[in-house]
């Protein structure tokens, strides 16, 4: 690991210097990295005995509850605390996770590896998914817990989707305001509600305890396969609801650490969420007729609440879903973020909405466009039962895209030998293609969404990175070396005082305001830099390494500014911290010129003339250089020019 501060250690240290403790990390992750995975009791349980695809439901008797009870906890062992806590999570690029931290990773490490093009696809696919996630994630937390508001209010059943429709119209709409104040509510809440499903798994428990060992027994799994055949994989696709927010610990460990998030998981969210669903099982056990289980098995979680604590406890568990899908919209914030810099998606307009923590950003073409489509997603499918059949293939299809690159991470980067990380890997895939197969079964009743999302949005991601790539090339094929012409430029323009800044794509070539500039303004002034960002494949970069800068003659300095994919661009910012080019900079006297490209889709061979008509779309929407790189819009020069790609 490298010895550069992570994210968790520079928010952990307090003003005396010292770093928060573990303890009070793994409290602080309760609140935001559990969230999904916290609410699936609420449907996860119930859905793996409901019928699907016209196949009968599984009968809520000894040897079904038992077995599938020892599914959803062998699942979780295998795919959170093995696959996820003991595992990927070591895999941090420069203590951050998630899928695109992994990809920047590998591509850093093994750039000049041809192997890496076909993973680079798959981290982006992984990434297009994740977008489908995020919008059913909030449409069936809210919505399941919803529905429970119909035991404490009679005839409430017609308005459960309006109720759930205005709550996530609200919970969108207060996302500008940010989540600083809302987050400190985060943990007291989420502690509280883990709490609650240990407390009243433990309740039902107490009758029946042996129902402990019948779930830790992997036979009892094995049994339920042999038995049901089938229907059992069938099931399958419902039991990893359980697993469903298993990768927002891998993408949350920037915030909060791997010690810390695994402490938590281990010693507190995996026990209350596996009392909760033994609980849940105790309770059909519990009843005396095979009529009276089938009655408790269409909504278990909500009819083993008291009578006395049912208020309370519902609104517990609204509030939980609620924060779930606030932990979901701030991830795609963040990915979003690192997305833009790593040259996947547009520009957009990022707002900073905290001054102490860098990480807390809203991206309103990102909330709005997420908002639109969960709502529609909450209309269109009406209840959690229906958003169940949408939910799941996306999850797992990031998960078995994970562990491709946890591979390529294990043979290529961390070089284990091969008996050491062949057996890993395989017993991971196993799980991960029963599971994805499990899903696909559910692509006619709903599953097609999420695919039929992602699609989408991989297509706009492969094709604004295409078509950045054939616009560079056609940018600087046959440009002037920049050495001849600081040489040639010295005697065909006038010199006036301050300081020039021209932004560039590339650190080779003569950017075309440049060149613009001097064809039609014949000026040039005392300083010019050619000024490039590159954003390199690590969150941080460290301040030792942050500019570059060669003198090139004649008052010319190419600089390069380096980046991590998570840190801000602000460039008055940055240029106020350098002084390699011959002195400092006065933002009263410097005037920064960016080049405005319009793309002329052409025949030439590069992308198929839709895709160059979707990327010239997406270039004319695209959010200026100046709001992206915070230039002072009075100090502004903007001259276009058109390309062909």
Not at 180 to 192: A, Q, S, Y
Request: proline share 5%.
């Amino acid at each position: 690991m490298s010895s550069t501060p992570t994210p968790a250690e520079a928010t952990a240290t307090h003003s005396h210097g010292h770093k928060a403790s573990t303890v009070t990390l793994a409290i602080g992750a309760v609140g935001v990295v559990f969230g999904d995975i916290g609410t699936s009791p609420l449907y996860a349980f119930r859905e793996t005995f409901a019928s699907h695809h016209g196949v009968p439901g599984i009968l809520p008797d000894a040897q079904h509850i038992h077995g599938v009870l020892s599914l959803v906890f062998w699942s979780m062992m295998m795919v959170v605390t093995v696959k996820y806590v003991l595992t990927i999570m070591r895999a941090d690029n420069r203590g951050e996770g998630g899928s695109l931290a992994l990809l920047a990773l590998i591509k850093r490490t093994s750039d000049k590896s041809g192997w890496t093009a076909p993973l680079v696809l798959l981290g982006v696919f992984a990434t297009a998914l994740f977008y489908g996630d995020s919008m059913i994630t909030p449409a069936i937390s809210v919505l399941s817990a919803t529905e429970g508001l119909q035991y404490i209010v009679p005839g409430f059943k017609p308005w459960i989707v309006p109720t759930a429709v205005a709550i996530l119209f609200g919970l969108f709409a207060i996302q500008s305001r940010g989540t600083d104040r809302v987050g400190k509510l985060f943990g007291p809440i989420m502690l509280t509600y883990f709490v609650m499903l240990a407390t009243l798994g433990v309740m039902h428990l107490s009758a029946n305890p042996a129902i402990i060992l019948e779930t830790i027994n992997p036979m009892n799994a094995l049994r339920f396969f042999v038995t049901d055949g089938f229907t059992a994989f069938i099931a399958l696709g419902s039991v990893v609801l359980a697993v469903t927010g298993a990768e927002a610990l891998y993408a949350d460990m920037g915030h909060f650490g791997r010690k810390p998030i695994g402490l938590s998981w281990l010693t507190f969210v995996f026990p209350a969420l596996m009392l909760n669903y033994m609980g849940q099982g105790a309770l059909i056990l519990s009843q005396s007729s095979p009529e009276a289980a089938a009655a408790l098995i269409r909504d278990p979680f909500f009819l083993m609440i008291p009578d006395v604590v049912r208020l309370p406890v519902i609104i517990l568990a609204l509030l939980a879903t609620i924060i779930a899908s606030q932990a979901v919209i701030s991830g795609a914030f963040s990915l979003t973020q690192q997305a833009i810099q790593l040259g996947f998606i547009p520009r957009m307009e990022i707002r900073h909405t905290s001054a102490a923590a860098a990480g807390q950003i809203y991206i309103p073409v990102i909330n709005w466009a997420l908002m639109v489509m969960v709502i529609l997603l909450v209309l269109f499918f009406q209840s959690s039962s229906n958003l169940a059949a949408a939910y799941g293939i996306a999850v797992t299809g990031a998960m078995f895209i994970d562990t491709l690159l946890l591979a390529a991470v294990l043979f290529a980067l961390w070089r284990w030998p091969v008996w050491k990380a062949l057996p890993l890997v395989i017993a991971f895939l196993i799980v991960d293609v029963a599971y994805f197969g499990a899903n696909l079964i559910k692509v006619p009743q709903g599953g097609w969404v999420p695919l039929l999302i992602g699609f989408f949005i991989f297509t706009l991601l492969t094709t604004w990175s295409k078509g950045r790539e054939l616009m560079r090339a056609s940018m600087t094929e046959g440009s002037l070396p920049i050495e001849i012409f600081a040489k040639s430029a010295q005697n065909s323009a006038t010199r006036v005082p301050g300081t020039s800044v021209f932004m560039a794509s590339t650190n080779t070539g003569v950017p075309s305001a440049l060149l613009h500039n001097i064809k039609h303004n014949k000026v040039l002034h005392e300083r010019v830099l050619i000024l490039t960002v590159a954003v390199q494949g690590m969150p941080y970069v460290d301040e030792t390494e942050r500019y570059e800068c060669k003198n090139l003659g004649n008052g010319f300095y190419r600089v390069t500014i380096n980046c991590g994919f998570l840190e801000e661009t602000d460039v008055p910012k940055l240029l106020g911290t350098l002084t390699l080019c011959d002195g400092t900079f006065d933002m009263m006297h410097t005037s920064f010129f960016l080049s405005r490209q319009t793309l002329l889709a052409s025949a030439k061979p590069g992308m198929a003339i839709w895709r160059e008509k979707l990327f010239a779309w997406m270039l004319r929407n695209a959010a200026s250089a100046m709001e992206f790189f915070r230039l002072p819009t009075n100090r502004v020069v903007e001259l276009g020019s058109q390309v062909e790609i």
